[in-house]
């Protein structure tokens, strides 16, 4: 049974568009969730994060946006770069204070010159 | 920049072979974890350390076993490998930080195993 979705496996967008990935999730003791990057022949990277207490943070080129009645959240990237090519992963942790975390099966992100 | 190792980062290896896969992190980190994760599949956690002499084991059952010695390092052992074991095998580090529970957690660049 799977508590983090990422329903769609792949995502190509044109460079300078912005890039919007989807999570679902299903576990409503989830209360912080985590993106990550992955390049191939890399680990996951940390790229941003955020609380159930809030709907939106946002770092630069991406922001992240949480709908807590619709268990959903997403990542906006804008505008999008050749370097974001890569593997992105939603995770999520359950009790501010616990460490596990659980993840999603990913989306590959292409961005096209 | 997080700084956490991992080595080998192939290894082909017969069935029956023990193995023992390295993860060792200079950042002074007390929780320490091990996921296993197959092409186009979520991560999955195998284990799981709080502190020296702290292991537990994690969501997903697995024959590795773990310890943890010293703070900085968390190796992962195979007894017996077997093909079931092809996978590749992802070691992080996590602290607190401004006493909430950020929970980043900071990967190695993994080890992909081959069992033949």
């Known amino acids: 049974d799977q508590q983090v979705k990422q329903n769609s496996p792949s995502l190509s967008v044109q460079e300078g568009r912005i890039s919007i990935l989807n999570c679902d999730y299903t576990n409503s003791m989830f209360d912080y969730f985590l993106w990550y990057k992955k390049y191939p022949a890399e680990g996951p990277t940390f790229l941003i994060s955020?609380?159930?207490?809030?709907d939106k943070n946002e770092d630069g080129r991406f922001t992240v946006f949480l709908n807590k009645s619709a268990k959903h959240l997403s990542l906006h990237i804008v505008p999008s770069q050749p370097g974001d090519s890569a593997v992105y992963f939603c995770a999520a942790s359950p009790n501010f204070g616990n460490e596990k975390l659980t993840f999603g099966t990913g989306t590959r992100l292409t961005i096209i010159p | 920049e997080a700084d956490i190792y991992q080595t080998p980062r192939y290894l082909v290896i017969g069935t029956g072979k023990k193995i023992t896969l390295e993860c060792s992190q200079t950042?002074?980190?007390?929780?320490m974890y091990w996921y296993q994760q197959d092409p186009g599949m979520e991560l999955h956690l195998i284990h799981y350390s709080y502190g020296v002499n702290s292991t537990e084991k994690g969501d997903l059952s697995s024959e590795s076993t773990v310890s943890r010695i010293r703070t900085e390092h968390f190796p992962l052992t195979l007894e017996s490998a077997r093909p079931s074991h092809t996978s590749q095998y992802l070691c992080a580090s996590s602290e607190y930080s401004d006493g909430l529970a950020k929970n980043i957690q900071y990967f190695g660049a993994g080890t992909r195993l081959s069992v033949l």
């Open positions: 955020i609380s159930s207490i809030k």
């Open positions: 950042m002074g980190h007390d929780k």
